[in-house]
């Protein structure tokens, strides 16, 4: 669970320390006031993309802190080496600078931003007031479901299979052209083969014949160098060179070497000089010998090196690759040329691959059936606690159009329709619901697929829009249920939800020293019932709307003590 959430200079909240607690936590204020920019500081701390807009005018850099605790064993933790502490906490902190840099740490260690992320949705949801907007696009649909229904082994198998079909669709199709169109492309490979072919191509050769080319091209220079050391070192004709010299000056010390140890050690020394001497000249005989060319041997060098470049202009950057590409060549001319023996093979090899497709595809519908009827009884059940009782949810299955009638996804096309009323029939949620619906068939479906998700904390901003009256009683005691098991943040303007949490904050919005400033406070009793008054009547606060939220707060606790009577097993453990 989110246990501390530390902010810094983010938009106009100058610096924050917020202490959630388990259960349910409530935030509100005024419009505007700055709850929006404490779900984004959370969303900056689990790796959601933050802008340098954020930072609050005149600071260099904002900062984010935050202490989970009370973790399960997630898998980033393996896969990364990095756990929480002895204490069982996990500090992430985030620091976001005016030059667009992040800098990211988890107790300590740095960390990518992609790494947080892939954290950041193993720890927590966050439910926005706009994803309500998610269930109108029945191309969400099938995620949905397929994420309630875990059948990510299956769509794996049939993705496999698939990815086949489309590789062997594709060699067909290139296979499949008109007279015409074939005698084009084989001409254009018949020519690049040849011209390939008669340049003669050794992998490696470009590298031996730039050195050879550079060598010749200093090859004066070179040979007078040579020349020049080897004679030092010979004496040339006269054989009076530094090896003869220090082959005498070995001979008189070792002459008197044989008088002193001293000597001799020095004569020593000196043989190995005169020894590595005609070595060097031995080497550098053989060196000029190499420099040996024939009259024409650069221009032909040149010339060579020129063709390779023009090659490799239309063939590929290096000798090896142009070599690949001629391997490419021959095999498209080879199954153009003997295309109608390679059309029968891989029209078999499709029909097998369709066929071995459709039965994975045949598998995941089967299991998609199964989840969607599981799904719309779970939707149905969480509807009726929100005070949708008459509604009918159903998941619609038609098959897949198009090519195969297949795709990536699978076989089936997917949309959740329902009723709402009494005798009506089911009919897409876009074109029947309202925005209050809406909120509450979507509150539904994170709610039902959190089950499934190892994440404790979820997140709600402002997922009540246009939820009044009763429903939003309803509304609240869903959240508060959905917090037996996780912890929940929820931030609000309805006062039946407001009532009903465990832990209440206050954002309030202010101005000092010409600077707006925006705090947030834990309220206690006394102030939770101003705020909830607030929430009911607006500023005007007055004795009869300080009645109606004590009894909006003494209702929400009359029913937790109601709840919490039931025993262990009348609710989850937190």
């Known amino acids: 669970m989110l246990s501390l959430l530390h902010i810094e200079n983010i938009a106009v909240i100058s610096r924050a320390d917020i202490t959630f607690g388990e259960g349910f936590n409530v935030l509100t204020g005024e419009t505007g006031a700055g709850k929006s920019i404490v779900i984004d500081a959370i969303g900056a701390i689990i790796g959601q993309r933050t802008s340098r807009d954020l930072i609050r005018t005149g600071a260099k850099t904002a900062r984010v802190s935050a202490v989970f605790r009370d973790l399960p064993d997630l898998p ?8 929480p502490d002895e204490n069982g906490e996990l500090l992430i902190e985030r620091a976001i ?16 931003v992609t790494q947080l992320r892939e954290l950041g949705c193993q720890l927590l949801n966050i439910h926005g007031q706009h994803d309500g907007q998610q269930l109108l696009d029945e191309s969400c649909h099938l995620d949905y479901l397929d994420s309630f229904g875990g059948t990510q082994p299956q769509l794996a198998a049939f993705q496999e299979r698939y990815a086949r079909v489309r590789t062997l669709r594709g060699e067909l199709d290139r296979l499949r052209m008109d007279d015409g169109e074939k005698a084009r492309r084989m001409d254009t490979l018949n020519y690049q083969i040849d011209e390939l072919e008669r340049a003669q191509l050794q992998d490696g050769e470009e590298e031996t014949l730039t050195a050879r080319r550079d060598l010749l091209r200093n ?11 080897w004679c030092a070192l010979t004496g040339g004709d006269d054989g009076t060179g530094a090896a003869a010299l220090l082959a005498q000056a070995a001979e008189e010390l070792g002459q008197g070497g044989r ?21 060097i000249a031995e080497g550098l005989r053989d060196l000029r010998e190499s420099l040996d060319f024939y009259p024409g041997e650069l221009d032909e060098l040149e010339g060579r090196l020129d063709l390779l470049h023009r090659l490799k202009k239309k063939y590929g950057g290096s000798v090896a690759q142009m070599l690949e590409y001629l391997e490419k060549c021959r095999q498209e001319l080879d199954q153009i040329q003997f295309s109608e023996e390679r059309m029968e093979q891989l029209e078999k090899e499709l029909g097998r691959a369709l066929e071995e497709a459709r039965k994975a595809g045949a598998e ?27 509604v009918r949810f159903q998941v619609d299955f038609a098959p897949k159009e198009g090519e195969d009638g297949m795709d990536a996804t699978g076989m089936d096309e997917v949309r959740f329709l329902m009723s709402a009323n009494l005798g009506e029939e089911l009919k897409p949620i876009q074109r029947i619901a309202s925005g209050g619906e809406l909120a509450r068939i979507m509150l539904a479906l994170k709610n039902v697929l959190a089950e499934n998700e190892q994440v404790t904390t979820m997140i709600f901003d402002e997922v009540d829009t246009s939820v009044s009256g009763r429903a939003a009683g309803k509304v609240a005691r869903k959240l508060f249920h959905v917090a037996q098991g996780k912890q929940v943040l929820c931030v609000t303007h309805l006062p039946q939800i407001a009532a009903m949490g465990d832990v209440h904050f206050c954002v309030e919005k202010g101005e000092r020293d010409g600077r707006t400033y925006t705090a947030v406070e834990q309220l206690d009793r006394a102030r939770r019932r101003e705020e909830v008054a607030r929430l009911t009547s607006g500023d005007a606060i007055t004795d009869t709307a300080l009645q109606g939220a004590e009894e909006l707060l003494c209702q929400a606790e009359r029913y937790k003590e109601q709840f919490a009577g039931k025993g262990p097993e009348g609710r989850k453990k937190r």
């Open 76 to 83: 980033w933790f393996r896969e990364q080496g990095i756990a």
């Open 97 to 112: 600078q005016a030059d667009g840099k992040n800098l990211c740490r988890v107790n300590g260690r740095p960390l990518l």
């Open 219 to 229: 090859a004066e220079r070179l040979t007078r160098a040579m020349d020049g050391a």
């Open 259 to 279: 008088h002193s140890p001293d000597l001799a050690e020095l004569a020593r020394r000196t043989q190995e000089l005169r020894y590595e001497a005609e070595d």
């Open 364 to 390: 995941l519908s089967r299991v998609r059936q199964e989840a969607a009827g599981r799904l719309a009884g779970r939707i149905q059940s969480e509807l009726e606690q929100l005070d949708m009782p008459k």
